[in-house]
């Protein structure tokens, strides 16, 4: 009996922690969509299933708060309109007053069906276009589809998780008291100019808008994927500015510009639907990386700190200070709004430090933890990778106790016509060919390659899961025998 009530204790356990985290990220979803304008777009009102009420933090127990789907109830079909969502089957007034989408009289013989323009033999994805385009207001041109459209999740409103456009910024030397040393911030250089954007900032905006060292740049998080990814804005001859779409792919955000409303894919950078999707346009990665932030303002001190957005009344627009997904990356459980299969070879919400190529590789955090400094090779070429232990997740904990996840760096340890092998001395991350001294960032701060960069590596620290369904042939090394210095 004893043994049944320990088996019986510890699933109840389990069940209780399962539902918690469930009930805080369905919480989430609501505050991130919380407190925009935009009353002539529909709520995301998501499936016909049961749903748990959830409460987001700081409302008292009287506000209205509605109900929020948890994972094992959505599965993020469809969104249905309220009634005061204009009918689907009526036309759509354009900007200029003109009907996008006209209906056939009952006389009318030569009137084309809503959605003939896109020549969508699909019945389905026909119907999910004029859908899209009637009730969502989408402009996108659908005959341009690489992925179909019901495979998309409507989530939210377009842009109800508010970009940042006209982002402030402000030195290193007068970074405001609330930055936590050991908090995660992506870095980025471009041309000598180095900045700084908090992830307590992106994980309420996802998107950043912006210009380093003359490069039109987006700066782009996805808290459900734990991905942090930097794009250059312009291709094609053409700058864009991005916005956050409303739905989700495998999880992860689905971004759209605003010049052509083309989707785009946020974890490969890819055109998806749209204009752009006709040509097969992929965004330009630029190097990258989530590192502390006295990481950065040490290595950087004439770099530059995104600042909080600020409200017409002096507040900051949105409670950073308090994570919405708080204690996501601290569960074993199936992801948030994914229903695809997890790749089981890790758990689906550890970390791990990822590098595309012919072969996609990706290293553990927990493997990185006992090897701070990793020399290896992928593909043709030779790679270092530090690990930083210290790094706070930008999630926390549940209660909101900080957390701490680690970071980790990767560049190319080819300088000149040598290739340096690192190690870990008493001094510091320490070359073996020349004794220099490094930091987390690829600069030699001392020694006889005083003032050398390290070429970055894009790469990214993403959860596990969501590297392995876009990139399932990956190779996992988690033990030195898997190494190829």
Not at 86 to 103: H, I, L, N
Request: charged share 20%; with cysteine; net charge negative.
């Amino acid at each position: 009996m004893l043994g049944v009530f320990h088996v019986g204790q510890t699933m109840s356990s389990h069940l209780s922690r399962r539902f918690s985290i469930f009930l805080i990220t369905g919480a989430a979803t609501l505050i991130v969509a919380c407190g925009t304008s935009g009353t002539d777009v529909p709520p995301a009102v998501i499936g016909d299933g049961p749903s748990s009420a959830a409460v987001p933090a700081g409302a008292s127990p009287t506000q209205a708060v509605a109900p929020t789907p948890t994972p094992l109830d959505a599965p993020m079909a469809t969104v249905t309109p309220t009634a005061s969502d204009p009918d689907p089957t009526e036309p759509a007034a354009s900007e200029d007053g003109q009907d996008r989408v006209t209906r056939a009289s009952p006389d009318s013989t030569d009137t084309p069906e809503p959605g003939s323009e896109w020549n969508i033999e699909d019945a389905a994805e026909r119907s999910r276009a004029v859908r899209l385009q009637t009730l969502w207001r989408w402009e996108t041109d659908f005959s341009f589809r690489k992925i179909g459209l019901l495979g998309f999740e409507t989530v939210l409103p377009r842009d109800r998780i508010p970009p940042i456009d006209d982002p402030t910024f402000i030195g290193v030397s007068d970074a405001p008291a609330y930055m936590k040393p050991r908090e995660p911030v992506i870095s980025v250089v471009v041309n000598g100019e180095a900045k700084a954007y908090p992830l307590a900032i992106l994980m309420w905006h996802e998107i950043v808008n912006d210009a380093i060292g003359g490069k039109p740049v987006t700066v782009t998080f996805c808290p459900l994927c734990n991905a942090g990814i930097t794009f250059e804005r312009v291709i094609e001859g053409r700058e864009l500015t991005f916005g956050t779409s409303g739905m989700l792919r495998n999880s992860d955000l689905v971004m759209w510009d605003r010049q052509t409303q083309s989707w785009w894919q946020q974890f490969t950078g890819e055109a998806l639907v749209g204009e752009f999707a006709a040509t097969d346009a992929v965004l330009t990665f630029v190097p990258s990386q989530i590192i502390a932030w006295e990481t950065f303002a040490d290595a950087y001190p004439d770099g530059k700190l995104l600042e909080r957005i600020i409200n017409e009344f002096g507040q900051p627009l949105r409670p950073y200070d308090s994570p919405p997904y708080a204690g996501y990356d601290d569960v074993d459980n199936h992801p948030f709004l994914f229903s695809g299969i997890v790749d089981r070879r890790l758990v689906a919400t550890s970390r791990v430090l990822t590098i595309d190529g012919e072969t996609p590789v990706a290293y553990p955090f927990s493997f990185l933890s006992d090897n701070p400094v990793l020399n290896d090779s992928v593909g043709d070429t030779d790679i270092v990778a530090f690990f930083d232990d210290g790094t706070l997740s930008a999630f926390g904990g549940r209660s909101g106790e900080p957390q701490t996840s680690g970071s980790a760096t990767a560049f190319s340890r080819t300088v000149g016509d040598r290739t340096l092998t690192f190690e870990l001395t008493d001094l510091g991350i320490t070359d073996v060919e020349t004794g220099s001294v490094w930091n987390l960032v690829g600069i030699a701060v001392s020694g006889e390659l005083e003032g050398t960069q390290l070429a970055p590596v894009i790469h990214a620290s993403h959860f596990w899961f969501a590297w392995a369904v876009f990139k399932p042939e990956t190779e996992v090394r988690e033990s030195i025998e898997a190494l190829t210095p």
